[in-house]
């Protein structure tokens, strides 16, 4: 009989952490964090390099001549039909990446082949970015992160089905970390959204992985805050209210967003008669006549969330945005090219707050100046009410504007809007793309993580 199965949880997790060797864990944990915090730094570095050159060509270029468009139009083709080889040549790098992560980590998919998947899903999301396209980075980044995780396990000879996982998560862990600068909302993650089970070795793999990829994108690469607020004020006692109608609001256009995105998606997937490379191409060729027409919106060159924080445009034209912004990133989204769904989203928060920040400042019940708090309050409740993880929306957006002492209305926002989304009936964005993966793949026939738990005798939860 084996008795470990009646020792205490923290005795069997400091058994557990005895027999890996915690001299070894920390070692592997540095490793995938540093490397993944190289690996994203290099990519974002990499891609303010190639935005802010191609900004200042587009300002200085005549783009109403014959030349200019014709040049425009040729680099979103060859963009588009290189993120479109990419895909075709490893599949698994369509889309956010997120689902199949959690998919291999719930034993649910194959391993990935690491190396190939790394270097496309950069080569493909940086050219789906460059592009324009309403897509984001932290969902590559995460499964980036990953492949750099089972990457350093086969180096350390220690990726086998037991303890993958925790190389993935660790992985997956540090990817996000370098992609917002966010250690805490990275863990927050590995653990609700990813549902990894909270063990004394897990917990000090992913620590250490999202430390070691925090520092190396914040001294290495100078990263700072993502959304470098100049002040975000806390809200008065007589204005606590307020978050209850930012965090309604922000359930209610989470739960359209899901319906938007995940239905789009799904019937692209059933046009057997569409050609991929056109379902590929179609973003690429819709960013540059949006390039044109409603700039604002292209990723990249348009407007992003600082640009909301004087409250000075009208409401009209604030749900015009909105509602516009979240269309190209559903139609982004859905051509399957390499990209994520988290900052395009939490842009849309952004817009979200302003909406709502807007009638209040007319009615005198909010001053101008507060305006990026209620930004903050929409990016947190849009995430929370799309990937239904409150906590981690919470986190992520506080350690990317800095604003820790507005955390408490931060959280209750989140819960707010994640609560009310789930009574609305409509499931988190990633279950959906998680269904999606297995429907157009199938469920890959190998053990589930309690089975290779079972079958190691505990060891798995490290």
């Known amino acids: 009989m084996d008795f470990r199965h009646f020792l205490p949880p923290l005795l069997r997790d400091a058994q557990a952490l005895g027999r890996l060797g915690a001299g070894r864990l920390l070692a592997q944990a540095l490793t995938t964090g540093a490397i993944a915090g190289g690996v994203i730094g290099a990519f974002r570095l990499l891609y303010d390099i190639l935005l802010t050159w191609s900004g200042r060509l587009l300002r200085s270029a005549d783009m109403m001549s014959v030349e200019a468009a014709a040049c425009l139009a040729g680099g979103l083709l060859g963009l588009g039909l290189l993120a479109h080889a990419l895909v075709r040549h490893e599949p698994l790098i369509s889309g956010s990446g997120i689902p199949q992560v959690e998919l291999m980590v719930m034993g649910r998919l194959p391993p990935m082949r690491w190396a190939r998947v790394l270097w496309c899903k950069f080569a493909g999301t940086l050219a789906a970015l460059w592009a324009g396209l309403s897509l984001g980075r932290e969902g590559p980044s995460i499964q980036m992160g990953a492949a750099v995780g089972m990457g350093v396990g086969r180096v350390f000879h220690d990726a086998d089905e ?3 996982p925790r190389h993935l998560v660790g992985g997956a862990v540090a990817g996000l970390t370098a992609a917002f600068g966010a250690p805490l909302a990275g ?7 990813m549902r990894a089970p909270l063990t004394l070795p897990l917990l000090l793999f992913v620590a250490t992985a999202a430390g070691a990829a925090w520092l190396v994108v914040s001294f290495c690469f100078g990263f700072g805050l993502v959304f470098p607020f100049a002040d975000v004020p806390w809200l008065d006692w007589t204005q606590a209210w307020i978050v209850v109608p930012v965090g309604l609001f922000s359930a209610v256009l989470g739960a359209g967003y ?17 050609p991929p490379l056109v379902r590929s191409l179609f973003p690429f060729l819709l960013s540059g006549l949006l390039l044109y027409v409603f700039p604002e919106i ?14 000075l445009r009208p409401l009209w034209l604030l749900l015009l945005l909105l509602l516009a912004k979240i269309a190209f990133s559903c139609v982004s989204f859905a051509s399957g090219i390499s990209g994520g769904l988290l900052m395009p989203m939490l842009a849309a928060g952004g817009m979200a707050g302003a909406c709502c920040a807007s009638p209040l400042i007319a009615c005198g019940l909010l001053a101008p ?5 209620l930004l903050v309050l929409g990016m947190a409740g849009l995430f929370a009410a799309t990937v ?12 990317m504007a800095g604003c820790h002492a507005l955390a408490p209305l931060v959280v209750l926002t989140a819960w707010i809007a994640a609560f009310t989304a789930s009574r609305l009936g409509v499931e988190p964005v990633y279950d959906g793309l998680r269904r999606r993966v297995l429907l157009r793949g199938g469920a890959a026939s190998v053990p589930s993580p309690a089975e290779r738990q079972e079958k190691s005798g505990g060891a798995a939860g490290a």
């Not at 863990?187 to 959204?193: D, K, W």
């Open 187 to 193: 863990l927050c993650f590995a653990f609700e959204e």
């Open 388 to 399: 239904r993880a409150p906590l981690t929306g919470a986190a992520l957006v506080v350690e």
């Open 162 to 164: 037991v303890n993958l």
């Open 298 to 311: 292209v990723g990249g060159t348009g407007l992003g969330v600082m640009d909301f924080q004087d409250g």
């Open 369 to 373: 100046g507060q305006t990026p708090t």
């Open 258 to 274: 899901n319906r938007g995105l995940l239905g789009l998606t799904l019937w692209e997937d059933s046009l057997s008669g569409l």
